[in-house]
Antibody, heavy 119, light 107 residues
Framework: QVTLKESGPVLVKPTETLTLTCTVSGFSLNNTRMGVSWIRQPPGKALEWVAH???????SYSTSLKSRLTISKDTSKSQVVLTMTNMDPVDTATYYC???????????WGQGTLVTVSS | DVQMTQSPSSVSATVGDRVTITCRAS??????LAWYQQKAGKAPKLLIYAASNLQSGVPSRFSGSGSGTDFTLTISSLQPEDFATYYC?????????FGQGTRLEIK
């Protein structure tokens, strides 16, 4: 059974760096048909794609956030890590990790983790 | 970025109704479209992929159609558990983008 679970801080201060971890099970990060994406959702707003990583270590980032983001994976631990620097209150959102299947759809999602940016 | 515009933004309906939600892309995306359902406080759930393919385990009252720039999600007979927010998402062009959501409420 496929599961994804996000972990990380619930509160960060402005200008700090956020580090989120997605731990997956039920599939391998080496599977060439699958990747892992991070998608965020500010309270009451729509979904916004943030970044993804694939089995060949190909990485892509949101154009508007690219300068602040790093995504990586540890296949042995079945984990994908997202770091976002210089956090701002507008980055307050629920952050989801999701399995990206055949670069076309997100078929399994984590429960999400609400990150609040406040001093 | 490809802009995805959903209409309506919200709709009120009754159990048993047939409901259609529309998603329009700012440029052609072929059939690279997915639909998701999100209930309050929960993660989105994939309903439809490649515009018209029903994800495994999703009830057959959900269907999708369209190609190019215009797509629809239809719920043939609303059930109480279908009241939620629905999002479309394109995967034809980088970056992947979502619509603004359509909230389906009980009339």
């Amino acid at each position: 059974q496929v599961t994804l679970k996000e972990s990380g801080p619930v509160l960060v201060k402005p200008t700090e760096t956020l580090t989120l971890t997605c731990t997956v099970s039920g599939f391998s990060l080496n599977n060439t048909r699958m990747g892992v994406s991070w998608i965020r959702q500010p309270p009451g707003k729509a979904l916004e794609w943030v970044a993804h990583i694939f089995s060949n270590d190909e990485k892509s980032y949101s154009t508007s956030l690219k300068s602040r983001l790093t995504i990586s994976k540890d296949t042995s631990k079945s984990q994908v890590v997202l770091t976002m620097t210089n956090m701002d209150p507008v980055d307050t959102a629920t952050y989801y990790c999701a399995r990206e299947y055949s670069r076309s759809r997100y078929d399994y999602w984590g429960q999400g983790t609400l990150v609040t940016v406040s001093s | 970025d490809v802009q995805m515009t959903q209409s309506p933004s919200s709709v009120s309906a009754t159990v048993g109704d047939r409901v259609t939600i529309t998603c329009r892309a700012s440029q052609g995306i072929g059939s690279w479209l997915a639909w998701y359902q999100q209930k309050a406080g929960k993660a989105p759930k994939l309903l439809i992929y490649a515009a018209s393919n029903l994800q495994s385990g999703v009830p057959s009252r959900f269907s999708g159609s369209g190609s190019g720039t215009d797509f629809t999600l239809t719920i043939s007979s609303l059930q109480p558990e279908d009241f939620a927010t629905y999002y479309c998402q394109q995967a034809n062009s980088f970056p992947p983008t979502f619509g603004q959501g359509t909230r389906l409420e009980i009339k």
